[in-house]
């Protein structure tokens, strides 16, 4: 199985798809003012990975609006680890944030990070 990485307008096109797609779930229990109506109790006790594939589906789609507005993705990116940073600072404090920072050299080395696709 070889593996493709993707260019900058590949990965604008899968964020572009992957927002469609969230923007369908995301929109559900939404009225037209884009406000949320009603938060359920079941959508407090989702399970962590469904939080995050959540969290990463409003993450594409304002990533993709952004582009879309112009904003260089480097700008994104570096916008992006400040704010994920901050909340982990003001969440842990910054002796815990910068041991899981540590470990990111390590993380990104081993291709965890790296967008490829599977060749079909």
């Known amino acids: 199985?070889?593996?493709?990485?993707?260019?900058?307008?590949?990965?604008?096109?899968?964020?572009?798809?992957?927002?469609?797609?969230?923007s369908v779930r995301e929109?559900?229990?939404?009225?037209?003012?884009?406000?949320?109506t009603q938060v359920t109790e079941a959508q407090w006790s989702t399970p962590d990975h469904e939080q995050k594939r959540a969290a990463l589906?409003?993450?594409n789609e304002a990533w993709v609006e952004a582009r879309i507005e112009g904003i260089d993705g480097d700008c994104l990116a570096q916008a992006c680890l400040f704010a994920a940073f901050a909340e982990f600072v003001s969440t842990y404090g910054e002796e815990a944030a910068a041991r899981f920072a540590e470990g990111l050299a390590v993380r990104i080395r081993n291709g965890e990070?790296?967008?490829v696709m599977a060749k079909q």
């Open 1 to 22: 199985m070889a593996a493709i990485h993707l260019d900058a307008t590949e990965l604008d096109a899968k964020l572009a798809s992957a927002a469609k797609q969230a």
């Open 27 to 36: 929109n559900l229990g939404r009225d037209t003012t884009g406000m949320t």
């Open 57 to 59: 589906s409003y993450l």
């Open 113 to 115: 990070f790296s967008l």
